[in-house]
């Protein structure tokens, strides 16, 4: 069974105080259209700064209330596919992203998005990697805008964000307010322009809760193994809280002391860049799936 939302019901920040879109019970699937990141406003690479409306950005649809999610349980998601639409849009401009202050002028380019391919140009075709930019539920306190990530999700920009992926996110208020957006057909690690290619998209997701495990910090499983997503201030303050996330986690469930643990997680755990461009920095900490294995650790069952 399945339920669709269109976009016809979003928010431009993750708030407690926001108005459930959609009611669904967990195990539910939900069909969730998606405007880009700049709510479909560049059609043509003739768009200037000017003309975009730039109170109208970041869109996501939702929120979804899960019924049975609680403060302190853990809203799990899982990404069933991403339907993207047949163009992108990238934009650069001055401030905007690591070589922003090189830009002079503020420019869009349009990317088709052919037989599987973004086309940059006739010389170049990109593959894509569909990835979803924001999401998240409603934050502990104060609604946090749907540029700037943290605990609970919302713009963390992480390639790993994709079909297959399993996402699991502390839960702040009843119901969870689940909501996404900004999906991307190719990104790379930092996203230094601050834009992927931005394109609007049919997401499916499935949405459980789980109680009796709560989470600090989102984090993100899928075949390859299990990533903590922090976002902070600084890079170096979210690879090490990232790290110290993780190890809080796996740790427990093994018969290995701390200091043995720590050099496991330094011969095989991988710090990670989401993002360095968004108001905080994104960063993650991997570990492969062959160590939850060896210690038969299944999350938070
Ligand atoms: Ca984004
Ligand atoms: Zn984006």
Known sequence: MHTFLSTDRYIYAMDKNNEPALMVKAGTQVVIDTFDCFQNQIQTEDTTFQTVDWNQINPATGPIYIEEAMPGDILKVHIDSIELGDKGVMTVGPDL?????????FTAKIIPILDGKAIFNEKLSLPLNPMIGVIGVAPAGEGVNNGTPGAHGGNMDTTLITTGATLYFPVFHEGALFALGDCHAAMGDGEIGVS????PAKVSVTLDVVKGHSLRYPLLENEDGVASLVSKESLDDAANQAVEEMIDLLQPETDLSLEEFTMLMSAVGQSQISQIVDPLKTARFFVPKY???????DLFK
């Not at 992927?196 to 394109?199: K, L, M």
């Not at 160590?291 to 650790?297: D, F, G, K, S, W």
């Open 97 to 105: 992203g690591v070589m922003g202050h090189r830009m002079n002028q």
């Open 196 to 199: 992927g290619i931005e394109i």
């Open 291 to 297: 160590v939850l294995e060896a210690y038969h650790i």
